[in-house]
């Protein structure tokens, strides 16, 4: 893969959002009196955390023209990410969403408003011509104008020679029906992106635990080379097609202070390592640090630790 001739190592297309965190540690929504604010969204954390990590990342997404939304152009630009394809609406306020803060998967509720209104006219020909990985999310896909504009847009990708990439984080929330999530979950395998799943994810889009092999096999026969399974404190799993399943145990944190964002911290590191091109298990090995480094942390990774040398 040439990387040097681009000028964008990641385009992040998808949802940018407040995220309000309990301070509470360990119980549900019902039960949290207090919210820490955050920058959230996955595509968002990915940006930030490629740019922390010093590669050239833009994100493609929309807000509303209000204080969140001034914030989170703020947030961005202060980490070094492109915000020339963020639109502001003045008619939709900026979406938001309700998190809890647990040791397992938390408990979201999520008011979207303005970060599904993403149209065309954000990602030109001339973008994808200058970008080295396409990376979007299932949770940008669940609602239209989004998803049919991503959909557009990868298959441009895709042909023009840009790597796909995707965070399936289904949830049963963000859909009016399953069916459609996984025809369009479809759609996007077409392109042969990287992709990144978790068991919880399977469970909430399969309705039942299906063996690790059988979630690979569902990907390889829409025609996905790639998929990196996360398997939370039991490490994570990741199949090519017609090579040997790779199997790392994942690093050990004693205190876990927050799990949200860790496997876009994970994710992160793994294209951060694909970008560098470096063999699959150093891809999966820089991921398990970081999302290690993120469950230490509240609300992101931390600004003043210098990642890259940490990773290399």
């Known amino acids: 893969m040439k990387n040097s001739i681009k000028d964008i190592d990641i385009l992040c297309v998808g949802e940018v959002l407040i995220d309000f965190i309990g301070h509470q540690k360990n119980v549900l929504i019902n039960n949290t009196r207090d919210y820490h604010r955050y920058l959230g969204g996955s595509p968002t954390n990915v940006a930030m955390n490629a740019a ?3 590669l050239k990342s833009r994100m493609v997404a929309t807000v509303g023209n209000d204080g969140f939304g001034e914030y989170i152009f703020e947030r ?3 980490v070094g990410v492109n915000t020339d394809s963020v639109n502001k609406l003045n008619n939709k306020p900026t979406s938001v969403i309700f998190v809890s803060r647990s040791q397992n998967t938390p408990d979201f ?5 303005a970060d599904y209104y993403i149209s065309e006219d954000q ?3 001339q973008l994808l011509n200058e970008t080295n990985i396409y990376h979007t999310t299932c949770f940008a896909l669940s609602k239209k104008p989004a998803q049919s504009t991503i959909l557009k847009k990868a298959e441009e990708a895709f042909k023009i020679g840009c790597k796909l990439s995707i965070d ?3 949830a049963d929330e963000l859909w009016e029906d399953k069916k459609e999530a996984l025809s369009v979950i479809k759609a996007y395998c077409k392109f042969n992106p990287l992709i990144k799943i978790s068991e919880d994810d399977m469970l909430r889009l399969f309705e039942r635990k299906l063996p690790h092999n059988e979630i690979f096999n569902f990907f390889h026969n829409e025609g996905v080379e790639t998929i990196c399974l996360t398997l939370g404190s039991k490490g994570v799993k990741l199949s090519q097609k017609n090579k040997e399943v790779i199997e790392l145990p994942a690093i050990k944190v004693e205190d876990v202070m927050d799990t949200t964002g860790a496997g876009d911290a994970f994710w992160s590191g793994f294209l951060f390592a694909f970008i560098k091109e470096k063999p ?5 090995k820089v991921a398990l640090q970081l999302a290690a480094l993120k469950l230490q942390n509240v609300g992101r990774l931390p600004d ?3 990642i890259l040398s940490k990773l290399l």
């Open 76 to 78: 961005l630009s202060q």
């Open 109 to 113: 509720i999520p008011y979207r408003e």
């Open 123 to 125: 990602i030109s020909t």
């Open 304 to 306: 003043n630790i210098d």
């Open 168 to 170: 399936v984080n289904y």
């Open 52 to 54: 922390r990590l010093g």
């Open 280 to 284: 699959t298990e150093e891809c999966l």
